[in-house]
């Protein structure tokens, strides 16, 4: 993480009340969670060898090239982080008259209510950045439909990005933190661990349209490179259909 400002102009002076729905969905978390405990969930999927995700990910999408490695807004870095992510892929691909793509494939092996995906909307803030409220946003692969939001994320400099993103916990794409943590609760509760990644694909652009357009066009042009290893990274159980 970079040096926080002393003043934090970028966080509010207070924080919003839970809407109604966030109140039961954490109701229903925090029951569901007690009795998972008890049942002792077990690990699904091993860890990721060493360099398995950057391997799985090709460096050639379409007509980008992959550039650098340095410049996207992390995940913070601390202890909890190291224990969340086995793998972390950070790229930036770079194309001929189109804007340039920062991709980062954050894994983890286990998913638990106290290891859960940091989403965009939650690290792009602590960055320093404004952000607008993630919409839905809808990746088409192969006839099959990814659930994705996008948001925009605005630094006081005047740099833009436009985030699409989506997380993978087990089979399931859920569409925001409660439906995440709801997952990871359920799947805990019938005793599994289920793996998971948060995949997100930044473009520099004040354009909403654009950068939206230019997420979707990269990730069909990946998703043509993946080998089976990365269908099933990124996609779970779902490659399967994805990609047959």
Known sequence: MSSTDSARPWLPTSLPSPTRRELLT???VLGITAASVLLKPRRIFDELTQGE??????TTVGDYRFLT?????????????????????TRVYAAPGKPAVMALMAYGSVQNLSLELHRPDECYPQQGFTITDPE??????????????ILTARRASGYIEQVAFWSRIGANFPPDRAGQSLVVARENFAGRMP????????VPTASREEGAATAKAFLADLSRGLSPVGQRI????????IFT
Not at 69 to 87: A, H
Not at 195 to 202: E, H, N, T, Y
Not at 234 to 241: P, T, Y
């Open 26 to 28: 954490g109701s229903m």
């Open 53 to 58: 995700l950057e391997a799985a990910i090709p």
């Open 69 to 89: 490695t340095s410049g996207l807004v992390l995940p913070p870095r601390d202890e909890l982080s190291d224990r969340l992510y086995d793998q972390v892929l």
């Open 136 to 149: 839905p946003l809808v990746m088409e692969l192969h006839g099959h439909s990814i659930p994705a939001s």
């Open 195 to 202: 793996d998971g990644i948060l995949v997100r694909l930044s």
């Open 234 to 241: 990124l996609f779970g159980e779902a490659g399967r259909e």
